[in-house]
């Protein structure tokens, strides 16, 4: 029964530096979002999968995020090039996807988030 | 044009009263839905409740129920009897359309909830 889980809890970084983010999605669940805070923010939409749809990737701020979602599984988000302003918490939900109707079905499950401090 | 609008930042109340939060939305699409959020210091997300467009009536979940007003596109948020615990920010957010289209939900800028003793 285990919840949402997100590696690492907290990244440093330097400014251009690379980093991944990781994302372990409740078992069963099809869909899984990945959102963003800044500080004293609500979230921000980056990137959403559906089961073996192509992602929506409308929410990515620039072309340097991607992520990709293993074997419908575990999701990556990358962030190329870090700049001081990708700075925020980086949080992870999933949900059981879009059939039904009712909290059941709509809720998503977040994740603890990975915070990302650039230097 | 916002999509989730919390106009109140930051609320206080005292402990065993009752405190509504705010919340409006923006959409042109009939089937939606709309949840709040709290959000503790420690930073984890917990789903409160939840209300369909098309619900007839307001969600309640123990402490919490929903106002909801379609009409008026506000959807907000009332806690009775608060507690010390219920210190938190609070997220209004909307999922819009039905289907296998996005579902990713869109929030508002939050508010935050202190209880006093």
């Known amino acids: 029964g285990a919840g949402v889980s997100q590696s690492p809890s907290n990244k440093v970084t330097e400014k251009g530096k690379d980093v991944e983010l990781r994302c372990d999605p409740i078992s069963g669940h099809t869909a899984l979002y990945w959102y963003r805070q800044s500080l004293g923010q609500g979230l921000e939409f980056l990137i959403y999968f559906q089961g073996n749809s192509a992602p929506d990737k409308s929410g990515l701020p620039s072309d340097r995020f991607s992520a990709e979602r293993t074997g419908g599984s575990v999701s990556t988000l990358t962030i190329q090039r870090t700049q001081q302003e990708d700075s925020a918490v980086y949080l992870c939900?999933?949900?059981?996807?879009?059939?039904?109707?009712?909290?059941?079905?709509?809720?998503?499950?977040f994740g603890p988030g990975t915070r990302l401090t650039v230097l | 044009a916002q999509k989730i609008t919390q106009t109140q930042p930051g609320m206080f109340v005292q402990e065993k009263e009752a405190v509504t939060l705010d919340c409006t939305y923006d959409?042109?699409?009939?089937?939606?839905?709309l949840f709040w959020y709290k959000q503790p210091s420690s930073g984890e997300m917990i789903f409160l409740i939840y209300?369909?467009?098309?619900?007839?009536q307001n969600a309640t979940e123990g402490r919490y129920s929903l106002n909801f007003q379609k009409a008026r596109k506000s959807a907000n948020l009332v806690i009775s009897a608060s507690q010390l615990g219920d210190s938190a920010m609070y997220f209004c957010a909307m999922r819009e359309g039905r289907g296998t289209g996005r579902r990713a939900l869109t929030f508002g800028s939050g508010t935050r909830l202190q209880v006093q003793p």
């Open positions: 209300q369909g467009s098309y619900d007839q």
């Open positions: 959409t042109s699409d009939p089937s939606y839905g």
């Open positions: 939900a999933s949900s059981l996807g879009p059939r039904g109707q009712g909290s059941s079905y709509n809720e998503q499950f």
